[in-house]
Nanobody, 128 residues
Framework: QVQPVQSGGGLVQAGGSLTLSCTAS????????VGWFRHAPGLQREFVSA????????YYSDVVKGRFVISRDNAKNTVYLQMNNLKPEDTAVYYC?????????????????????WGQGTQVTVSS
């Protein structure tokens, strides 16, 4: 079992940058696809970005495309979400989630139900 642990986040002014990390203690994590979601007060949980376990497939939501970058460092068992040019509307609790490999089904990267293991969440607040 993989338990992702998140770090990063915090308070930043609009236009600034933050990097979130999602780490697991086992190298098994490197064979998992990882997604990032966010949940703002009063809104539904929203897909942000996803990275396949091979790193060959990367996806972003339209609202973050061009500003956020997802990447992974297998040597550190870590997936990163670099967030640039942050806007007040990016304020939310951000969650990483891991999906173990399953060759019997398609990877629906933007569906939270796809993911079995979730990080604890980290607050990102962007001030105007």
């Amino acid at each position: 079992q993989v338990q992702p642990v998140q770090s990063g986040g915090g308070l930043v002014q609009a236009g600034g940058s933050l990097t979130l990390s999602c780490t697991a203690s086992t190298q098994t994590f490197n064979s998992y696809s990882v997604g990032w979601f966010r949940h703002a007060p009063g809104l539904q949980r929203e897909f942000v970005s996803a990275l396949s376990w091979t790193g060959g497939r990367i996806y972003y939501s339209d609202v973050v495309k061009g500003r956020f970058v997802i990447s992974r460092d297998n040597a550190k068992n870590t997936v990163y979400l670099q967030m640039n040019n942050l806007k007040p509307e990016d304020t939310a609790v951000y969650y990483c989630a891991a999906d173990p490999p399953d060759y019997t089904r398609s990877w629906i990267y933007n569906n939270a139900l796809t993911y079995d293991y979730w990080g604890q969440g980290t607050q990102v607040t962007v001030s105007s």
